[in-house]
């Protein structure tokens, strides 16, 4: 029998080790690795072109929504399915859009997940049935959570979407520029054409746009400077 290689990526690492438990009870999941944020996942996926990524949304550096785009656009063949407790509009819209073949909420049974992964490696989709349900919904309507349309944030390049998610968690330019390893600069230059093309002009705001667009969870604890 041929295994399906999984990475998982999540930033608990007990919740990565309890799906590693789980699917290692399966004969045709073989884990090739396991990552604690969106950046380590798409460089994790370079190196081992898994079949499939079990992801996050919510995670630090680089949010699962994004690492999913990057990781589509890297390696097409893998197929990502995201995993979240979280299941509000905007992230399962911007989840599909980004290109993941898949939505399960944290709710769902190992059986599930397990059906899940077989499904989207071999080309299907697999959403949970309340997931499924609001995608139905989502489809009369181009309005996310909000009323904030959703046509903003996807004009937004990887490297804003980077740059916007660091600056939503606290950090100031230097740090952002450390952590992509750009100049401050250029960190600048992107922070001026983030507030530009959102029509946002303060951290306070942008904070807030990146909450409700999805990019972090509103549970995650930031500092506005």
Known sequence: MKQITVL????????????????ELENDFEIVG???DGRQAVALVKEFHPAVVLMDIAMPLLNGLEA????????????VLILSAYSDDAYIKNA???GAAGFLI????????CRAIREVQSGKTFFSAVIAKRLERLKTSSIDRKGMTHQKLIKLTSREMEVLQLIAEGK???ETAG???IGLKTVEKHRQH???KLDIHDTAGLTRYAISAGIIESSVQVTIV
């Open 8 to 23: 998982l990526a999540d930033d608990h690492t007990i919740v990565r080790q309890g799906f590693r438990k789980m699917l």
């Open 34 to 36: 396991e990552a604690q």
């Open 68 to 79: 999913t785009r990057q990781i589509i656009k890297i390696v097409p063949a893998t197929k």
């Open 96 to 98: 599909t859009e980004a």
């Open 106 to 113: 944290k709710q769902t049974s190992s059986k599930d997940v």
């Open 172 to 174: 100031a330019n230097k």
């Open 179 to 181: 952590e992509l390893g």
């Open 194 to 196: 983030l507030m530009e």
